[in-house]
């Protein structure tokens, strides 16, 4: 059974920085690309990151360029997102997703989503 | 970018009714077109890729159609657990978009 666990998140101060991570187990990790998908309040869903199956190709929307850093360990089937310099508009649900196949960006398994919050 | 809009915003459908999702992308992303439901609280779940394939696991009663950048999800008939917020996403070209989605509610 594939599963996605999701860790991290919680309360920051603007400008401040934290650190998701999402454990993946069930599948062979290391084949597929991940990604990190969020949904702030009232809003719908926004790519925000991905990473290549390898860890050597990395996406990143506009809005978090520059200050958003994904990663994986597959050696820990794990895929982290580093968020520094945060803002009030990143809080958000972040959910970690699981590319269906190889080549195609489009996402068959999720996790449970984690809160992020951005406030003074 | 390209931009994916969803029509209505909101759909009031009876349990057991059907429900039509309209999708439409501001340019072509062929038929590289998905389809998720969103039920509060819950992880999205994808149902339609390649615009018309059903995910494994998803009942018979979703059918997705289209192709270019008019793209169409049908629920047959509607059952309680479907009520939910549905959103399409292009995966033809970078970046990744999804639309606003749409809320289906009960009516």
């Known amino acids: 059974e594939v599963q996605l666990l999701q860790s991290g998140g919680g309360l920051v101060q603007p400008g401040g920085s934290l650190r998701l991570s999402c454990t993946a187990s069930?599948?062979?990790?290391?084949?597929?690309?991940m990604s990190w998908v969020r949904q702030a309040p009232g809003k719908g869903l926004e790519r925000v990151s991905g990473?290549?199956?390898?860890?050597?190709?990395?996406y990143y929307a506009d809005s978090v360029k520059g200050r958003f850093t994904i990663s994986r360990d597959n050696s820990k089937n794990t895929v982290y997102l580093q968020m520094d310099s945060l803002r009030a508009e990143d809080t958000a649900i972040y959910y970690c997703?699981?590319?269906?196949?190889?080549?195609?960006?489009?996402?068959?398994?999720w996790g449970q989503g984690t809160l992020v919050t951005v406030s003074s | 970018e390209i931009m994916m809009t969803h029509s209505p915003a909101t759909l009031s459908v009876s349990p057991g009714e059907r429900a039509t999702l309209s999708c439409r992308a501001s340019?072509?992303?062929?038929?590289?077109l998905a389809w998720y439901q969103h039920r509060p609280g819950q992880a999205p779940r994808l149902l339609i890729y390649?615009?018309?394939t059903r995910a494994a696991g998803i009942p018979a009663r979703f059918s997705g159609s289209g192709s270019g950048t008019e793209f169409t999800l049908t629920i047959s008939s509607l059952q309680s657990e479907d009520f939910a917020v549905y959103y399409c996403?292009?995966?033809?070209?970078?970046?990744?978009?999804f639309g606003g989605g749409t809320k289906v509610e009960i009516k």
């Open positions: 997703a699981k590319a269906a196949v190889a080549d195609k960006h489009y996402y068959d398994y």
């Open positions: 990473i290549s199956a390898s860890g050597d190709t990395t």
């Open positions: 069930g599948f062979t990790f290391s084949t597929y690309i």
């Open positions: 340019q072509s992303v062929s038929g590289n």
């Open positions: 390649g615009a018309s």
């Open positions: 996403q292009q995966y033809n070209n970078w970046p990744l978009t």
